[in-house]
């Protein structure tokens, strides 16, 4: 790959106002349920289109599909995809690697104001991009809504932080020259986002590439291709060269290992399974012929994530963010609450007002907004049926346990509650990714941080205390990437709550934070002589 120069500075794009959170969709207001029922409409008239992979900017066609599915209705085809195969890799290797040339030299200015146009686009159908989650993976109303408008900020908020890396200077300038200190990007990237944040995942290690000046390879879950397809979309309308990013779902055993494997893959940005994330790991880590670099992985892989509630705790507090930390989008969250962890004077009358609670959940079409919809396919609801019936073995069965079957045809669960788990049973150590909730007693509070930190994860956790005495110990020995005090475990804020794991929940990216395009550039130092 050539060398890479600081890209000429060229004002292009309007001064830019401070950084500022989309806001959430309050669907209490009837013109905001009007709105959402409206897209919900238009979206469902548009389904079953086919989809063509995009490579250099061009439509290519596959014999093998991707069938896109609603998980609330297994009949309904959402999308009809190209299936990106090894024949594939080079032709979008090629593609992305004649983009680098001219996109890593065009100005920073440039590239961000090619994502605040995108964050523009997003906004003016954030209501088409939410109903294209609720049909696509299954996400109520308040779900979808806040999943695009993440997306919304990632775009926002990476704009700038490309624009503030690049007045970024070393701490000392020698007398006698003039030093510099240039954030370059690295190359071409596999992107390999998952289905649970289909939208702002899959455009957050997007935009973060290519705003650097990276171009990309991406290849979206198979469970979530159309979604990301109106993402590549928008990009398109707002100006992205051909080639910036090529759009290639595919197999991952198949497409997806050989682009990570190929010699000029520079970095990976993968969100997903431990299991996955591991094994992408370990194949960047095999150099190849012609291969001249060290391969670069971001990596965000999943949880086992506690709430402790202490004996002194608000209690109708704690109930509230377990419930709503759990169930959550049916518990498919890798920061949701798998495990809550209380302590034993509050034990009984906890598990008694989370019961209640839980059994208020509703479940249903998420066309409707129901609470809890439909999981994402028949394999995951499969594997969360078989974690349910281990955890009636391992534990005291409290309510759910099965499918619920009066709802529909789709992937229906019960939200699930099993008391008294030991703290090193399956279901308090595996990542189940649904509905099922582990309800752990603990002898006080110190027991309590000792369970927290026994998996070998590391993502989100909570707190729940009045004491200011265990919220300072808890911020110094809850290890996890993401810690909360007295609120849900889920729901991280871009610019506010940094996103990433410890341990084998991952290398602790910190997306939606000030050090994220870090991972996307090297640091390239540069001392002249006067």
Not at 25 to 34: C, G, L, P, V, Y
Not at 461 to 478: D, I, L, N
Request: aromatic share 8%; charged share 20%.
């Amino acid at each position: 790959m050539s060398t890479i120069e600081a890209p000429t500075r060229v004002e292009i794009c309007p001064p830019v106002q401070p950084f500022v959170n989309e806001p959430l969709t309050d669907f209490r207001n009837e013109e905001n349920t009007s709105k959402m029922r409206a897209a919900l409409a238009k979206v469902h008239a548009e389904l079953g289109r086919e989809y063509q992979l995009i490579i250099a900017g061009e439509r290519i066609t596959t014999t093998e599909k991707i069938r896109s599915i609603n998980p609330a209705k297994p009949a309904e085809l959402v999308g009809l995809h190209q299936k990106a195969g090894t024949i594939q890799v080079e032709p979008a290797m090629q593609a992305a690697l004649q983009a680098f040339e001219t996109w890593s030299r065009t100005s920073v200015e440039e590239r961000a104001s090619l994502l605040f146009r995108v964050a523009q686009i997003v906004r003016d159908r954030k209501f088409e991009f939410a109903a294209w989650l609720v049909f696509e993976v299954g996400k109520n109303w308040a779900e979808a809504d806040a999943d695009v408008a993440e997306t919304i900020d990632f775009c926002e908020f990476y704009g700038r932080e490309a624009l503030r890396l690049a007045q970024a200077a070393p701490p000392v300038q020698l007398p006698g020259e003039r030093d510099y200190l240039w954030y370059i990007p690295l190359g071409v990237g596999a992107v390999i986002p998952p289905w649970n944040f289909a939208c702002a995942i899959m455009a957050g290690m997007t935009t973060a590439a290519i705003v650097c000046g990276n171009t990309v390879i991406l290849k979206p879950s198979s469970d979530s291709p159309t979604i990301a397809a109106k993402f590549v979309e928008a990009l398109e309308e707002a100006g992205m060269p051909p080639g910036v990013v090529n759009f290639c779902p595919g197999a991952g055993a198949s497409f997806g290992n050989a682009i990570v494997g190929h010699p000029k893959t520079r970095f990976i940005a993968f969100t997903g399974s431990r299991e996955v994330g591991l094994d992408i790991h370990q194949r960047a880590a095999q150099q190849q012929s012609g291969q001249i670099w060290v391969k670069r992985t971001v990596l965000e892989m999943g949880g086992k994530d506690s709430i402790v509630v202490d004996a002194d705790a608000d209690l109708a507090a704690a109930v509230e963010g377990v419930a709503v930390s759990a169930f959550g989008f049916q518990g498919q969250k890798c920061s949701a609450c798998s495990r809550a962890i209380v302590v034993e004077q509050i034990y009984d009358e906890f598990v008694a007002r989370l019961k209640a609670r839980v059994e208020k959940i509703t479940i249903g079409n998420p066309g409707e907004n129901f609470d809890m919809g439909p999981v994402v396919n028949e394999t995951a609801m499969r594997s969360i049926l078989e974690y349910s019936e281990i955890g009636k073995q391992e534990g005291r069965l409290i309510t759910g346990g099965g499918r619920a079957g009066a709802v529909g045809e789709g992937f229906y669960l019960l939200p699930t509650v099993i008391a008294d788990v030991p703290p090193l049973a399956r279901i308090s150590q595996e990542e189940i990714f649904g509905p099922v909730l582990a309800v752990i007693k603990a002898q006080n509070f110190d027991d309590a941080l000792q369970i927290a930190n026994n998996t070998e994860f590391g993502l989100t956790g909570a707190v729940y205390t009045s004491s200011r005495e265990k919220m300072e110990r808890a911020k110094r020995e809850f290890h996890v990437g993401n810690l909360y005090i007295n609120r849900k475990c889920t729901g991280a804020v871009v610019g506010a709550h940094p996103f990433g794991g410890f341990n084998m929940s991952g290398t602790d990216s910190k997306a939606g934070g000030p050090d994220y395009l870090l991972l996307f550039t090297q640091a390239k130092s540069i001392g002249e002589k006067l």
